[in-house]
């Protein structure tokens, strides 16, 4: 990684669970896979105003891509910038699908048993800063592998991130980010793992 870091710096967030927490402008996240072919969700709200918040749809239209990645902003609901990505070591993710839900597990996968969600990780942690259910966004997929055919029918497969692969935000405003290990078995090629993560100011 351009910045050094050490190991203890880092955040972790434990597998199929999530964490929330603020970013000031001008300050930086960096998003690691430490043990490889890990996903992790993203949300992000505007800290002064909760009801802007990241728009796969503004990011796609203005990026003028669906793979978004070094060099790229993310962008909210309001055509603001919310985030750069500066580093991106692996260069794959995702935003065009959903956050997993309960029924994610119920209408894809067959399982009506109780299971960990990214979508419920989300909730969960953002509670802390009053923020419901219906108010949480597609979420930016770092390291997630969606395929497409030539008909779009799309596929998941797993990550082609390795071990200590990264991805380097610099925060645009000032805002609350909450990060998942996700809990789709699809999307981690069958295995759950955790995620790390740090703000730095540079």
């Known amino acids: 990684m351009s910045t050094e870091i050490e190991l203890n710096e880092y955040n972790l967030i434990p597998p199929q669970t999530g964490a929330a927490f603020t970013l000031k402008k001008g300050e930086f996240l960096t998003v690691v896979d430490p043990l490889g072919s890990q996903v992790s969700d993203m949300v992000l709200f505007n800290l002064e ?3 802007e918040k990241l728009s ?3 990011t796609l239209d203005f990026e003028e891509s669906i793979l978004i990645t070094e060099g790229n902003f993310l962008w909210s609901n309001r055509s603001h910038k919310m985030m750069e990505i500066v580093e991106d070591t692996n260069g794959r993710n995702d935003f065009l699908l959903a956050p997993c839900s309960p029924e994610t597990f119920q209408i894809m996968y067959n399982n009506h048993e109780e299971h ?7 909730k969960v942690n953002l509670s802390e800063f009053d923020i419901e259910l219906d108010d949480i966004p597609t979420a930016f997929n770092i ?3 969606v ?10 497969l797993p990550p082609t991130s390795i071990a200590g692969d990264h991805v380097k935000f610099k925060a645009e405003m000032d805002l609350i980010v909450c990060l998942t290990a996700c809990s789709a078995e699809d999307s981690n090629g069958g295995t759950f793992k955790p995620i790390h993560y740090v703000v730095t100011q540079v």
């Open 49 to 51: 105003d909760k009801k």
């Open 143 to 145: 390291f997630m592998n």
């Open 147 to 156: 395929q497409f055919d030539e008909k779009g029918k799309i596929s998941v």
């Open 56 to 58: 796969s749809g503004k």
């Open 116 to 122: 960990p969600s990214c979508l419920n990780n989300l």
